[in-house]
């Protein structure tokens, strides 16, 4: 095992290789891990300010700058906090892009810029919306909701949890190296996209996301989330569909508590006839055998080559990846954020009713739910390709009407 970066007075990480191709993304399009606050009330500015400057000095990570060149790249903590930034009153509801121009800003780590911002939204419906941007270069979803509890807690004026771990996610696959066990090769996957795009050739990328909540509690989810959308794929073409399912590696592979990207991936095949029973096995079956920590093959070379160089590479192949059937791509990738707490997103003057996330701008589709106690919020992104005739609103209105009448009480 590489040993993570040696602390000292100023927080220091060095840059993964999967974080360093997501800058890639990031230039590409716009790759962020971001979240939307919902409730009722007002949180004042400079109150948000105060808080957002307590919880980045316990968790420096979300102060941090890209600094140095190739495999030297570090995340350095600059000592500024995030900045909150009252936003006009806007005309949006919170259930898609529509209406909130601002959220279309990119961060700009490359030109020096931060890795996280707040935006403070009162919204024409009468609720207040929180939105926190991150960047997935240097913050991953678990890594994303810790700071956001801890801003939380910092406007309640509790103790803080705090986190200057500098574990990275090759840190901990090389921990597992030795345990690996030889797998026999899996099918490669087709990647049928899961909506029949309508895009023209050197159309400007754009992706645009759906939220939907669907008002019961849905056992298993994610297998079952996985059967619906492969089914779906599938009144298009036949062939092999599958999609990744990221593992957060906190309490499975190590106790530390980093924003960072400490996260595994796995592909998830769905064959025809699946069961979320078979999936969940197939799911279960492949954590135990550590699959989560097996590296890309040639990960490690990407640590020397520009970003320039590999922008400049991409984007000429975007089109192909995104609207036609690859080898490479998966069908789409599906999140499952865990069981979440409204009052862990409320405070005095504010009733948080829910978080939720804005799946990240990359690939054919990304699906990312959250649990709460009698409900689950759905969010869906693809390709602005994928809705020309409006093929992702008859996806999200369908699922919606699956999940909730599988749901409902007999």
Known sequence: MNPPFKKSGRYVRRVSALERYSLVLNEVYRYHVDGIVEGIGTVDA????????RAAA???????RLRGFLGFCRWVDCGIAPR?????????????ERGAPFLLERLEPMRGGPVADILLVPCSDGKTRLVFRTLHAAIDGRGFLHWVQEVFRALRG????????????LDIQDQYREQLPEEP???????????QPAHKAGEALQFIWRRIIVNNNVSQLLPKTAVF??????????????????????????QEMGLGNLTGYLRLNVPEGATPRNLMQQLTQRIRAFADCRQYPGIRTLLWIPVWYMVRRLRPQVDTVLYQVTPALPTGGIVSMGNMNAEAYSCPGFQ?????????AVGKMNVVFLNYPGFV???????AGYNQTGQLDELVSAYRQHFSAAAAPA
Request: proline share 11%; with cysteine; aromatic share 6%.
């Open 46 to 53: 400079a109150v948000l300010q105060a808080a957002v400057d």
């Open 58 to 64: 316990a968790n420096p990570a979300i102060r941090v």
């Open 84 to 96: 909150v930034r009252p936003m006009p009153p806007a005309d949006w509801d919170g259930n898609s």
């Open 158 to 169: 509790e103790p803080l949890l705090g986190s200057d771990s500098t574990l990275i996610d």
């Open 185 to 195: 090769k899996a099918a490669p996957v087709s990647c049928l996209p899961v909506l």
């Open 229 to 254: 959308l492969a089914a779906w794929a599938r009144r298009n073409a036949k062939g092999e569909v599958g999609f990744t399912i990221p593992v957060d590696y906190r309490g499975l592979r190590t």
């Open 352 to 360: 948080g009713h829910m978080i939720y996330g804005i799946p990240g």
């Open 377 to 383: 919020t759905v969010t869906f992104c693809t390709p």
